[in-house]
């Protein structure tokens, strides 16, 4: 049995007040901004992203399946004139315009999540958590800026049960816009982390731009805070000024609504004993790393007070694996033997970055073996950049890694403070540490790759895994 329609054209019309043109078909199966991967009958929405104006492929869409596109007025004359097209002021505008209307005809409990890491793993613990028990609509990749939270929202079918939305920023007052059209029933914020503070005087300016999203909760919803971190005080402030009446606070702290109560780290994975709103329970994540045992005390409660069975929440976690480039892990052939790799090159900020160091000091190795981290610059951090790197050598030892390789002008700091026997190798770039990362790994090491997006470190994966790849395995999730 075929799923039903997303939209009919007429709905979309009338929610954009759009003008239509064209043989229009009468509904669509989804919603696409990429000629590329559109399904059959799509909607395309000629978006203007960073780099190129969507309105550049609309002729492509169009030939590649699209049922319609959402173009804007001012560029209808460069359109083919019998186009099927659904004409609007601003195609952004019409597309938040959708998003407010799917919020309007969906009965689902939505739950919005934010934080400084995170996100994602705990946006995809969300997925497993609710579905076991519901259809469950929940945002693709990291859609979670100005375009991404709109089109998810957008994409949410009128039938779902359970709806999870992803919202980021790196300026104050991004979040304000994405939470009102959201309206989640519950906010999660993971935790609040010294991230985009090129853009922030203080952490706890980071904390009160994470706080926006309480001001679109629905009225009686649930925010679900971190009681061991240390703004934990000033969100529950900020959570009260705006009108939630219930906090939920998870974390290891006595006085946690979701409380962890012992935990046993593995390689592979965790158990987890926990006390989640006052119920005794015992699970397994399918992952390993203790910020994913945080985060899912988050996911346990939130999934409670939508409405769920906690123990067929708990139960779904151990199906838990990682997003692209957030921990996958591959198996490395070497002439000698094996070796592993983890992909951790997503992102990183200092707290993600922690982690994934915890995580390689977790990773089994060989007889011979050692544990190596590949590091590239964390970005945005402001002033507060060359330091927060020379911070890593104290993880870096706690964790017992051998050798560290470092790239980027920030690295710079790091690769100063570590002493002559961790040193493997730095370069001004990725580019130019790859040969030496790739020659210098031998058969039982664990090597872990990590940086920011824009220090580029995904390139020496792929070189590794070129060289050397044998299989992927099952590895942790990181947001």
Not at 94 to 116: F, Q
Not at 118 to 137: D, I, N, P, V, W
Not at 318 to 329: K, L, M, S, Y
Not at 365 to 379: E, K
């Amino acid at each position: 049995m075929s799923a039903p329609p997303l939209w009919t054209v007429a709905a979309m019309s009338a929610a954009m007040r759009a003008r239509g043109e064209g043989a229009l078909p009468a509904t669509v199966p989804g919603i696409s901004i990429d000629s590329r991967t559109l399904v059959l009958g799509d909607a395309f929405f000629a978006i203007t992203g960073d780099a190129r104006d969507g309105h550049e492929f609309v002729e492509g869409a169009l030939k590649n399946g699209a049922g319609v596109a959402v173009i804007s007025a001012d560029k209808r004359a460069k359109m083919p004139k019998s186009a099927p097209l659904l004409v609007v002021a601003d195609v952004l505008e019409g597309l938040r315009d959708l998003a407010r209307a799917a919020r309007a005809r969906t009965h689902a409990k939505v739950i919005g999540v934010t934080g400084s890491v995170g996100k994602t793993s705990t946006k995809e613990a969300l997925r497993l958590a609710l579905s076991s028990q519901g259809a469950t609509h929940v945002s693709a990749a990291s859609y979670n800026n100005h375009w991404g939270v709109p089109l998810s929202l957008a994409r949410c079918p009128a039938d779902a049960k359970f709806a999870v939305f992803e919202m980021g920023m790196n300026h104050a007052g991004e979040i304000e816009p994405l939470t009102k059209i959201v309206r989640p029933h519950v906010a999660i914020i993971t935790t609040i982390e010294p991230v985009h503070l090129e853009f922030f005087l203080s952490i706890e300016g980071i904390a009160d731009a994470k706080a926006e999203i309480f001001l679109g909760l629905e009225p009686g919803g649930a925010a679900v805070l971190n009681r061991d971190n240390p703004q934990f005080a000033r969100l529950e402030r900020a959570a009260k000024s705006a009108g939630v009446q219930r906090v939920v606070s998870f974390g290891e702290h006595s006085k946690a609504d979701a409380r962890l109560i012992k935990c046993a780290l593995q390689a592979d994975n965790s158990t987890v004993q926990a006390r989640i709103l006052g119920a005794d329970i015992t699970y397994k994540i399918g992952a390993p790393g203790h910020h994913l045992v945080m985060n899912s005390l988050s996911v346990l409660a939130a999934a409670v007070l939508a409405g769920t069975d906690l123990a067929r929440a708990a139960i779904a976690l151990a199906q838990q694996v990682p997003a692209t480039g957030r921990g996958v892990r591959i198996a490395l052939d070497l002439p000698g033997g094996p070796a592993l790799l983890i992909d951790e090159s997503y992102n990183a900020n200092p707290a993600s970055m922690r982690a994934a160091l915890a995580l390689l000091g977790q990773a089994p190795i060989g007889p011979q073996g050692r544990r190596i981290a590949v590091l590239g610059d964390m970005l945005e951090l402001g002033d507060s950049g060359a330091a927060l790197h020379r911070a890593l050598a104290k993880p870096i030892d706690a964790n017992d890694i051998d050798l560290v390789f470092c790239s980027g002008p920030l690295m710079q700091a790091l690769w100063q403070a570590l002493p002559s026997e961790r040193r493997g190798g730095y370069a001004e770039t990725s580019a130019a540490l790859e040969a030496e990362v790739v020659s210098a790994i031998r058969a039982g090491d664990a090597v872990m790759v990590k940086g920011s997006l824009g220090s580029k470190m995904a390139p020496i994966v792929k070189a590794l895994a070129r060289q050397y790849s044998r299989a992927q395995a099952a590895a942790p999730a990181q947001g």
